[in-house]
C-alpha cells in the first residue's frame, strides 16, 4: 500500500510471520470444506491454542500470550488477507476479556487455559430475535433461586452458537431496573435445559457457525456470574469499543488485499481489444479505492497505536468501526463492478468478500448505532 507502518514493533512483525505461515498452513487448505460444512472444525482451534494464536493478550500463568493488542490486530489483518471468515478474534479478543478482567481467580484458574488451548470455545450471547442493537431491552432473564440462577430465555446471530463450550449471557436480574438490572453469567453449554436451535442460513460468512439459543429452566450456579450482579450493562459498555475497532482492522486489511487482487484481475483481463486497466474508467476508479485505503489505514493505525497505550475512546472506536466499515463497502461495491460477471461468481475472492463483509456494518453495534454514540460528542 505504499504506506509506511510504524505502529508494530519487531516482536510483532515476527508474530506476523508465525501467524501467516499457521494460517497458510492449517486454514487456508481447509476453508472450502468448512464453508461446506457451515464450521470450522475444532481441530484448527486446538492447533491455534498450541501456536499461541489463541489469547494473546492474556497473561501467560493463564496460558495466554502475554502480549498486547497488537498481536492480536495482526491475527485479524492475516485472517483478513487469506480471505477466512473464523472467529479466533471473537473468542480471544472480545469474549475472553469478560473472563480475564471481571472473573474471581477461581473463575480465571477454572476456566481460561482451556480457554487459551482451544479446548473450550466462547462465544456471547446479548442479540435476542426482537432486539437487534438495543442492549437495554433484552428479555432473557436470571432468577436467583438459592445459590443458583434459573435461566430462562432465547438468543439470536450467535457467533460460535454451535461450536462453543461456554457462552458468556446477558440477562436480566432485575427486569424492573432497566440496565440496571443487566448481569452476565457463564453458561456452560452441556447444562439440562440449554439447547441450540437452527445454524442459520447467512448470506455470507458460511463457514463461521452461527445460531439461535434456548435456555429453559437452565440452572446456573450464582458463582458462574462475571463481576456485580445489575452491573452487567457498563461491562457490555467498557468492552465493545475494543470489539468494534476489531472489525475496522479487520476492514482495512481486507480492503488492502482486495485492491492487490483487483489490480491483478483488470490488468490480466482482456476486454475490447486491450486489458480492462487501460480504460480511463478503470484507473480512475481504483485511483479513488487506493485513496480511500490509504486514508483508512492512516487512520487505523492511529488509532491502533492509541488502543496500544489503552487510551482509544468508545468515540474514537465507533468513529473507525463507522468510516472502516462504509468506506470497504463502497470499494467493494466498485471493484465487484470491475470484475464484470465473474465478480459474482463466488469462486472469486471479490464475490466471496463482497456476501462475507456486508455484515459489518451491521455486527458490533450498527452503524447507526455508531452514528448515534458519534453526534453524542458533537
Not at 491454542?49 to 490486530?73: I, Q, W, Y
Amino acid at each position: 500500500m505504499q504506506v509506511e507502518r510504524k505502529v508494530y514493533r519487531e516482536d510483532h512483525e515476527q508474530f506476523r510471520a508465525t501467524a501467516r505461515r499457521f494460517i497458510e498452513r492449517e486454514v487456508v487448505p481447509h476453508m472450502d470444506q468448512w464453508l461446506k460444512d457451515g464450521i470450522v472444525s475444532r481441530e484448527v482451534w486446538m492447533k491455534a491454542g498450541r501456536e499461541g494464536l489463541l489469547c494473546t493478550m492474556l497473561p501467560v500463568e493463564h496460558g495466554g500470550g502475554g502480549g498486547d493488542f497488537g498481536h492480536s490486530a495482526i491475527i485479524a489483518e492475516e485472517l483478513a488477507r487469506a480471505g477466512a471468515s473464523v472467529s479466533f478474534g471473537l473468542h480471544s479478543d472480545i469474549v475472553a476479556p469478560y473472563i480475564a478482567r471481571l472473573g474471581t481467580e477461581a473463575q480465571q484458574q477454572r476456566w481460561l487455559p482451556g480457554i487459551c488451548s482451544g479446548e473450550q470455545i466462547l462465544a456471547v450471547a446479548i442479540t435476542e430475535p426482537g432486539g437487534g442493537s438495543d442492549v437495554k431491552a433484552i428479555r432473557t432473564s436470571a432468577v436467583r433461586d438459592g445459590d443458583d440462577y434459573v435461566i430462562n430465555g432465547s438468543k439470536t446471530f450467535i457467533s460460535n452458537g454451535f461450536i462453543s463450550d461456554l457462552v458468556v449471557v446477558v440477562c436480566k436480574t432485575d427486569p424492573a431496573a432497566g440496565a440496571k438490572g443487566v448481569s452476565l453469567v457463564v453458561v456452560e453449554t452441556n447444562r439440562e435445559g440449554f439447547r441450540r436451535g437452527r445454524k442459520l442460513d447467512k448470506v455470507g460468512m458460511h463457514s463461521q457457525d452461527t445460531a439461535e439459543l434456548f435456555f429453559d429452566n437452565v440452572r446456573v450456579p450464582v458463582a458462574n456470574r462475571l463481576g456485580e450482579e445489575g452491573k452487567g450493562f457498563a461491562y457490555l459498555m467498557q468492552e465493545l469499543p475494543q470489539e468494534r475497532f476489531i472489525i475496522a482492522v479487520t476492514a482495512a486489511a481486507k480492503l488492502e488485499r482486495l485492491l492487490e487482487q483487483t489490480l491483478e484481475y483488470v490488468k490480466d483481463r482482456k476486454a475490447f481489444g486491450q486489458t480492462v486497466w487501460d480504460f480511463q474508467n478503470t484507473k480512475f476508479r481504483l485511483a479513488d479505492v487506493k485513496a480511500k485505503a490509504v486514508a483508512l489505514r492512516t487512520m487505523v493505525d492511529h488509532y491502533l497505536a492509541e488502543h496500544m497505550r489503552r487510551k482509544l475512546t468508545a468515540e474514537e472506536a465507533a468513529i473507525a468501526k463507522l468510516y472502516a466499515t462504509e468506506t470497504l463497502w463502497q470499494c467493494l461495491d466498485d471493484m465487484v463492478q470491475l470484475h464484470g460477471g465473474y465478480g459474482y461468481m463466488l469462486e472469486y475472492p471479490i464475490a466471496r468478500a463482497f456476501v462475507d463483509m456486508r455484515v459489518s456494518r451491521v455486527y458490533g453495534g450498527s452503524n447507526e448505532v455508531m452514528r448515534d454514540l458519534i453526534s453524542r460528542k458533537l
